[in-house]
C-alpha cells in the first residue's frame, strides 16, 4: 500500500527562524497532497493544497510547500516562525487509486522565544 | 455554513456499550471518511465511502461498522466498545474531482471525544 510518512516527530526552532518539516509519500501516480495543522485541544485546519501544476504551492499563514517528483516529497516551509505556530502538523495524500486519504503520524512543532 | 457536524461531542461507554457517532455534511461532497486520532499515531482511516450507499474499509476498520444512507450522513458505530477505542474520532468530506486530481481538501468536523471505561 501506499504511504505517507514524516520522519521527524518533534521540531524545535526559534522564534524568527525558518522552518521545514518533511513529508515523504510513495505513490505511482502524481497524487494529490495535503498539510493541516492542528492546535493543541483544536480541530484540523488545511494549511495548503496541492493537486497538479505548479509544483510550488502557497497557503495560508505564511506556508508554502514544494510538490518534487523524483524525491517524492512535498516539504512544508516557512521563512520566519512566529511563536503561534506551535502545533502539530499533519502532511496527507491518497493512499491508491481511490480516495481514500491517509495521514501522516504528525510533526509536533516547537517554538523558542 | 455549517460545513461538517459531528454528534455527540464527548462519550464516555463503559465496556461493552454500543454507540453511534453521527456525522452530516452539507456541502454536497460526494467522498465522506472516519478518522481516528491517537496520540502519536497520527489520524487513521476507520472507514471511507465513496457515495452514497457504498462503504470500504481503510486502515483500521475492525471494531465498528459504517452506514452511508445518504449522500449527507455518514455514521460510525461501536457494537461492542472496548477501552482500546477511547480516541478522538473526526469525520471528514471532500468532493471527489476526476482522477482524484481535483475536487476540494477534506472538511472535518470538530471531533467526538470517546473514552472506554
Known amino acids: 500500500a501506499q504511504s505517507v510518512t514524516q520522519p521527524d516527530i518533534h521540531i524545535t526552532v526559534s522564534e524568527g527562524a525558518s522552518l521545514e518539516l518533511r513529508c515523504n509519500y510513495s505513490?505511482?501516480?502524481?497524487?494529490?497532497l495535503f498539510w493541516y495543522v492542528q492546535s493543541p485541544g483544536q480541530g484540523l485546519q488545511l494549511l495548503l493544497k496541492?493537486?497538479?501544476?505548479?509544483?510550488l504551492v502557497q497557503g495560508i499563514k505564511g506556508f508554502e510547500a514544494e510538490f518534487k517528483r523524483s524525491q517524492s516529497s512535498f516539504n512544508l516551509r516557512k521563512p520566519s516562525v512566529h511563536w503561534s505556530d506551535a502545533a502539530e502538523y499533519f502532511c496527507?495524500?491518497?493512499?491508491?487509486?481511490?480516495?481514500?486519504?491517509?495521514f501522516g503520524k504528525g510533526t509536533r512543532l516547537h517554538i523558542l522565544p | 455554513n455549517a460545513g461538517v457536524t459531528q454528534t455527540p461531542k464527548f462519550q464516555v461507554l463503559k465496556t461493552g456499550q454500543s454507540m453511534t457517532l453521527q456525522c452530516a455534511q452539507d456541502m454536497n461532497h460526494n467522498s465522506m471518511y472516519w478518522y481516528r486520532q491517537d496520540p502519536g499515531m497520527g489520524l487513521r482511516l476507520i472507514y471511507y465511502s465513496a457515495s452514497e450507499g457504498t462503504t470500504d474499509k481503510g486502515e483500521v476498520p475492525n471494531g465498528y461498522n459504517v452506514s452511508r444512507l445518504n449522500k449527507r450522513e455518514f455514521s460510525l458505530r461501536l457494537e461492542s466498545a472496548a477501552p482500546s477505542q477511547t480516541s478522538v474520532y473526526f469525520c471528514?468530506?471532500?468532493?471527489f474531482g476526476q482522477g482524484g486530481i481535483s475536487g476540494s481538501p477534506l472538511h472535518f468536523g470538530n471531533g467526538t471525544r470517546l473514552t472506554v471505561t
Open positions: 496527507a495524500g491518497p493512499r491508491g487509486k481511490d480516495d481514500k486519504i491517509i
Open positions: 471528514a468530506s471532500r468532493s
Open positions: 496541492y493537486f497538479s501544476g505548479d509544483t
Open positions: 505513490y505511482g501516480a502524481t497524487p494529490y
